[in-house]
């Protein structure tokens, strides 16, 4: 896998990475490929946001409830099918499989990543 072109360390401190905890998941059926949508709350700054995220393959509706994530929260708002997404959440990618990324040990909601 290349890496992709440097960045500044002004264009990196430009994105706001958040841990959140996930409040509700529900089916996604109007996407192309399967999905959720995820429910993720970031604390009292950031709020609740939503998002989709392609991980049905490695991860229950079940699962997920009360698991913590991290996320980009400062991108704008995008249109996926009938549903607004609000943030990233952020995983490791192998082919199909995302690995979610978390904090390994409980963290306070809205932390930011740095």
């Not at 399967?34 to 609740?48: K, M, N, R, S, T």
């Not at 991290?70 to 199909?96: D, Y």
Request: with cysteine; hydrophobic share 40%; aromatic share 8%.
């Amino acid at each position: 896998m290349k890496i992709k072109e440097s960045i500044s360390w002004s264009d990196f401190s430009k994105i706001d990475m958040r841990v959140g905890t996930v409040l509700r998941v529900a089916d996604f059926p109007e996407a192309r490929t399967p999905a959720y949508q995820l429910h993720i709350d970031f604390g009292a700054e950031v709020g609740v946001l939503k998002t989709s995220a392609q991980i049905t393959s490695g991860y229950t509706k079940e699962s997920l409830i009360g698991t913590q994530v991290v996320a980009v929260v400062n991108f704008p708002k995008k249109q996926i099918a009938n549903f607004m997404s609000e943030c990233l959440v952020l995983g490791a990618v192998h082919g199909k499989e995302v690995i979610l990324l978390q904090p390994k040990s409980p963290t306070e909601n809205g932390l930011k990543i740095s």
